[in-house]
């Protein structure tokens, strides 16, 4: 799987955009236990993102930062890893 292309942070409507401290796909060593001991069912190629933590984003110039990984992600339930996530734009 590529990266999917990342998209504004306001076309993100699965909630609150998400600034994770380490991100990349379900597959990779990292994460596949975490992924594995929740039992939480994500393609091997979907990127997740850990230790996330919503970001406020208000509109264009909201002055929003993120100094790693910036996601819009499916589903933020669970409390360790957010799951299928699309890189998101916010320094706009």
Do not use: R, W
């Amino acid at each position: 799987m590529t990266v999917p292309p990342s998209i504004p942070a306001s076309q993100c409507s699965t909630g609150p955009v998400q600034c994770c401290t380490d991100g990349g796909k379900a597959e990779d060593s990292v994460f596949a236990p975490i992924i594995a001991a929740l039992g939480i069912s994500v393609p091997l190629d979907a990127l997740v993102g850990t230790g996330c933590a919503a970001v406020p984003v208000v509109g264009v110039g909201s002055g929003a930062e993120c100094d790693s990984f910036a996601y819009c992600c499916e589903d933020n339930s669970h409390s360790l890893i957010s799951v299928s996530c699309v890189p998101v734009i916010i320094d706009l």
